[in-house]
T-cell receptor, first 113, second 111 residues
Framework: AQSVTQLGSHVSVSEGALVLLRCNYS??????LFWYVQYPNQGLQLLLK??????LVKGINGFEAEFKKSETSFHLTKPSAHMSDAAEYFC???????????FGTGTSLTVIP | DTAVSQTPKYLVTQMGNDKSIKCEQN?????MYWYKQDSKKFLKIMFS???????INETVPNRFSPKSPDKAHLNLHINSLELGDSAVYFC??????????FGAGTRLSVL
């Protein structure tokens, strides 16, 4: 069984500052890991994913995440926050069949001008 | 063209009514899902269908019944609506292990 924990339901950063959104997972099998972004009143959009290979994955809009097996983590970062990054961010884990897909509870990112 | 489309976008109804939400994907994906997002933004998987067959049926009241007439469609029918059913319902599709496309959501309000 898989599960995801996102630490911090609300994160505020200043424009231009580092964005760090935390995600820890639990999985009995090698997981696939994902980050999604949800803008107000919209559906979810895939930011990036880790399946196999390089543990540092780059996504859209300058975001990246690093899979750390020893820490069971998949934290999302962006070097410099932009006002347009304000949104809800969801970490997700799936097994390799894709039939079991579980989301974290989400982190709301506020960017302060 | 919208990859995953849901209708309606908003649904306001009285307790006890029966309603349906439709979902269609034009991506040729084999797997479709329904998720419920509550007021705290928590996303919970409800159902997963692979090529018209039910794969996942999480702990969901049997008032909720998914129907997949073909692999491009996964509709959600809800009987005897309750106040607690108020939420945003998202349809999604995937090919393989990555859900890349979500619908825009259906905001259901039960009065």
């Amino acid at each position: 069984a898989q599960s995801v924990t996102q630490l911090g339901s609300h994160v505020s950063v200043s424009e231009g500052a580092l964005v760090l959104l935390r995600c820890n997972y639990s999985s009995s099998v090698p997981p696939y890991l994902f980050w999604y972004v949800q803008y107000p009143n919209q559906g979810l959009q895939l930011l990036l994913k880790y399946t196999t290979g390089a543990t540092l994955v780059k996504g859209i809009n300058g975001f990246e995440a690093e899979f750390k097996k020893s820490e069971t983590s998949f934290h999302l970062t962006k070097p410099s926050a932009h006002m347009s990054d304000a949104a809800e961010y969801f970490c997700a884990v799936s097994d390799r069949s894709g039939n079991q897909f579980y989301f974290g509870t989400g982190t709301s990112l506020t960017v302060i001008p | 063209d919208t990859a995953v489309s849901q209708t309606p976008k908003y649904l306001v109804t009285q307790m006890g009514n029966d309603k349906s939400i439709k979902c269609e994907q034009n991506l040729g994906h084999d797997t479709m899902y329904w998720y419920k997002q509550d007021s705290k933004k928590f996303l919970k998987i409800m159902f997963s269908y692979n090529n018209k067959e039910l794969i996942i049926n999480e702990t969901v009241p049997n008032r909720f019944s998914p129907k997949s007439p073909d692999k491009a469609h996964l509709n959600l029918h809800i009987n005897s609506l309750e106040l607690g059913d108020s939420a945003v319902y998202f349809c999604a599709s995937s090919q393989g292990t990555v859900i890349q496309y979500f619908g825009a959501g259906t905001r259901l309000s039960v009065l």
